[in-house]
């Protein structure tokens, strides 16, 4: 490489993922956050039988008792909800909201812990501090004036299982399924593929299948930043001698090398392991034609000596084989090659090593769900894993890495927009009132009633749903509109501050802390990537006397809007036992339910594809045809390139811990936009300069100015920016149309020398 010139805060990472690197960040999160003293403890007792769930991801812990799995991400979690910072009512009182608007994502959450119900006062423009009983009358009051089909119920996937079964049960005994969640923009196209392919919207492998299986594709995801604790396991894995072959437009360093710091040897001698055996820089929006090339090498291995396939599978368990291998033939090697960006050869080479595997196991993220052929993706995963049977056999399977810690049980528990008849049936049966059959909004519709004044009201357990959506210029504003905005949440984000007629901010209990109600200290239960259900106890003291549960507050708000409700809300959340029963009465594979999570490491729900049920309405596992191979049919012209919005190692979500990304060599700043060098030199560029991105729409412009081009490790035709500052370039209808899934990982975008600069 040529001498690059300097650019502020850009350097040239070498070190291992983890290792030492991993030990001092966890350090300065600590002490930047919380009390030195306090920390250990309460870091010891993450994912502990007695303890909490780690609130930073949904990879499962072995059998949730091991000793304590160091773990710089979920530390980073667990510090900054524990942390002493505290933003009070005099804050609120000295602060307007329009001054509050002009601090950044991170700056509003650094703010610390929310400590008091408020209310948005418009004559001050100030919140102000408010009875929690007066709030929710008043909640009451103006929903029960509104038509529930105005009213958007949105869950992020923190909420524990009993507090996502009770916000639902409240929404829909008032009467709509408009639940917008962050599912629907994070792993919808595996809900909504996985159930057409598998019969079941969840992965089917458990920790265990990593130990037996022989070879590992791992497509779109990063977990050395967003499933910390899986590095281990592919550590692990590594070790063993078992193949793993990555898919990613980008070089991600935990994907590449990575020192365990759980291994005393790699930490005293500074060595690391390699992850990737193989690292195939995929186009951004290439997975389907790869998958295609893969499957395509495999039929024409079959061809020539006719012991690739499991025959005995694809014909006992499966339908659709003749279709898809017809439309193989059919699909071009220089199309594959072209859209994916990968050759033919390396194609080849996977197919051959998958066809020597007796348990692959594919595992995947948002590389693979947000593109507008996100289930397209999922399903084609599915295909590629049924030719060789591994459905229903050790060590093989499919395994999507689930986002927020609880967002899988949230689904599991009745947070959806498409309820099942039977779903339904069970609750009416069992609180005596007629749930609503008509499909409700998804997040991309919910905000597009909002932005159409259809939707009224907001009421959102977690998140930060404003900014994690698309398109601030449109839907920030929106806003303005609406008649009532409630936000349950432990931090102060712009979502809060985008206040409508009438806003209540409410602050609530976050997992590390006790939950006491009138029967004494309650336990939640989680759901992790693997569907396995555990409880889950906080220790700490609240970070405020006026904090109340999630469920308190769910069910404070129920009583107030629903006066004749059937529901005992109030017993409920004296005690959660009785949620749990309920949920046992009403969601399958709840039997004794309040027993099992006693024992330590929960248990696991059923999942058929496991034992070789389908349960499709052809109670067949089904091959998927996917006849395009482009990510989009409008936008094709030469000087497209596909946007890629990002995560950083130190943000989770639109929380930003820092403005630092380790691994990629990005320090104190977020402004940069990761480009291939050839796509820098043929227009004009070099390492360092401004530039403007300007995404190709039929719409209006959407414009983001002045950010930093750096030459990187990434695959030509691709560039990465960080979310969510990146989402002012993602149109709101760009979307996956099978699930509603917006297409934060391939935007078209042309990128010019900036007119700033
Ligand atoms: N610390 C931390 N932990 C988290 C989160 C967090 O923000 N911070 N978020 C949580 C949530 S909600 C989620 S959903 C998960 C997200 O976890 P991931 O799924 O890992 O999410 P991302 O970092 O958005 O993107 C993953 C990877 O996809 C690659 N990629 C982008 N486009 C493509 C493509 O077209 N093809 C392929 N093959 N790869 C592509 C990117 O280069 C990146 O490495 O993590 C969860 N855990
Ligand atoms: N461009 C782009 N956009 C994206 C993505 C992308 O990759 N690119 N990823 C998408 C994905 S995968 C997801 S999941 C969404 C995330 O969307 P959300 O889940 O809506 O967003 P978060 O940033 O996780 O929410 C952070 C807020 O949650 C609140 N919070 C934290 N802990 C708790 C708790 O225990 N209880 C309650 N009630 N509140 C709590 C805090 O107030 C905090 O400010 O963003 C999506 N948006
Ligand atoms: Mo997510």
Redesign the pocket.
């Known amino acids: 490489m040529v001498k690059q010139r300097k650019v502020p805060g850009v350097k040239n990472y070498q070190a291992p993922a983890g290792g030492w690197g991993a030990l001092k960040a966890t350090a300065i999160a600590v002490r930047q956050q919380m009390d030195t003293v306090k920390a250990p403890m309460t870091l010891l007792r993450t994912n502990q039988p007695d303890g909490f769930d780690c609130p ?2 949904a990879w499962p812990d072995k059998e949730h008792k091991s000793t304590f799995q160091f773990c710089e ?1 979920g530390a ?2 667990v510090t900054w909800e524990a942390t002493n910072k505290r933003v009070t009512p005099e804050y609120f009182a000295e602060h307007t909201v329009s001054t509050l608007l002009t601090y950044s994502d991170f700056e509003l959450e650094d703010l610390g812990r929310l400590t008091h119900p408020l209310a948005y006062d418009a004559a001050t423009d100030t919140y102000q501090p408010v009875e929690w009983t007066d709030a929710f009358q008043r909640i009451g009051e103006i929903l029960r004036q509104l038509s529930p089909q105005q009213v958007e119920f949105y869950t992020s ?1 923190r909420a524990s299982n009993e507090a996502a079964y009770l916000y639902q049960l409240f929404a829909r005994e008032y009467g709509t399924n408009n639940f917008p969640d ?1 599912s629907n923009m ?2 919808e196209p595996t809900s909504v593929g996985l159930p057409r392919s598998i019969g079941i919207g969840k992965g089917t492998v458990s920790l265990a299948d990593f130990d037996d299986c022989e070879l590992i594709i791992a ?5 050395g ?3 910390p604790r899986m590095m281990g396991t592919l550590h692990e894995a590594s070790r063993r001698g078992v193949p793993i072959i990555v ?4 070089r ?1 360093r935990a994907l590449e090398r990575f020192a365990d710091p759980q291994n005393m040897v790699e930490m005293a001698t500074y060595r690391s392991t390699r992850i990737a055996s193989s690292y195939f820089q ?1 186009r ?4 389907a034609a790869a998958l295609k090339g893969i499957m395509k090498a495999l039929l024409e291995m079959e061809t020539a000596s006719d012991d690739v396939l499991d025959k005995d599978f694809i014909q006992e368990h499966t339908n659709g084989f003749d279709a898809l291998a017809e439309d193989l033939k059919k699909t071009a090697w220089a199309e594959i090659e072209t859209i994916s960006g990968l050759a033919r050869d390396d194609l080849a080479m996977v197919a051959a090593t998958y066809a020597k595997s007796n348990a692959t196991i594919v595992s995947y ?4 769900t947000q ?1 507008n052929t996100g289930t397209a993706n999922v399903r084609l995963i599915c295909d590629l894993l049924m030719l060789r049977g591994n459905f229903g056999k050790p060590g093989a399977g499919i395994c999507p ?1 689930r ?2 810690s609880n ?1 899988q049980g949230n689904r599991t528990v009745g947070i959806t927009e498409k309820p099942s008849a039977d779903f339904l049936q069970r609750l009416e049966n069992t609180f005596g009132f007629k749930p609503p059959a008509i499909q409700g909004h998804d997040a991309v519709q919910a905000m597009q009633a909002i932005v159409a004044q259809s939707s009224k009201a907001l009421i959102c357990l977690g998140g930060n749903l404003i900014v994690a959506l698309p398109d601030p210029a449109q839907c920030f504003p929106a806003m303005r509109n609406m008649e009532l905005c409630v936000h349950i949440g432990t931090k102060l984000n712009r979502t809060h501050l985008l206040v409508g007629k009438e806003t209540f901010l409410f602050p609530c209990l976050g997992r590390t802390e006790l939950d006491e109600q009138e029967n004494g200290p309650q336990s939640v239960t989680v759901e992790d990537s693997m569907s396995m259900v555990h409880a889950s106890a906080g220790k700490l003291k609240p970070a405020s006397e006026q904090l109340r549960s999630e469920i308190a507050i769910v069910a404070g708000m129920a009583q107030a809007t629903l006066p004749d409700s059937k529901v005992p809300w109030q017993s409920l959340t004296a005690d959660y036992n009785q949620i749990r029963d309920l949920i046992e009465q009403t969601v399958p594979g709840f039997e004794n339910f309040n027993e099992r999570i006693r024992q330590p490491g929960g248990f696991r729900l059923p999942l058929p594809p496991t034992e070789r049920i389908w349960n499709t309405p052809s109670g067949k596992a089904e091959f998927y045809v996917f006849e395009g191979l482009l990510e989009d049919k409008q936008v094709q012209t030469s000087d497209v390139l596909r946007l ?1 919005t ?2 950083s190692h130190d ?3 639109t929380t930003i811990y820092s403005l630092d990304d380790r691994y990629r060599g990005v320090f104190g700043r977020r402004d940069v936009v990761f480009m291939h060098p050839d796509d820098l030199v043929s227009r004009g560029l070099s390492h360092g300069d401004m530039v403007d991105l300007e995404t190709i729409t039929q719409g209006k412009p959407m414009v983001y100015q002045g950010l930093t081009a750096i030459e990187y490790q990434i695959s030509a035709g691709s560039v ?1 920016a960080y979310y969510p500052e990146a989402n002012r370039l993602v149109p709101l209808d760009y979307i996956d149309e099978e699930c509603g899934t917006p297409s934060y ?2 935007v078209p975008v042309r990128v010019r020398k900036s007119a700033l600069s």
Request: net charge positive.
């Open positions: 930073g991801c991400n980073k979690a996937g962050c994070c792993h497509i779109g995801h990063n977990p930043t967003n499933h898919f990613n437009p980008l991600e995929v951004a929006g290439g997975d993220g948002m590389g693979v593109h890495l986002g927020h967002v890629i990002i995560r943000q989770y979500n990465a990982k391939s």
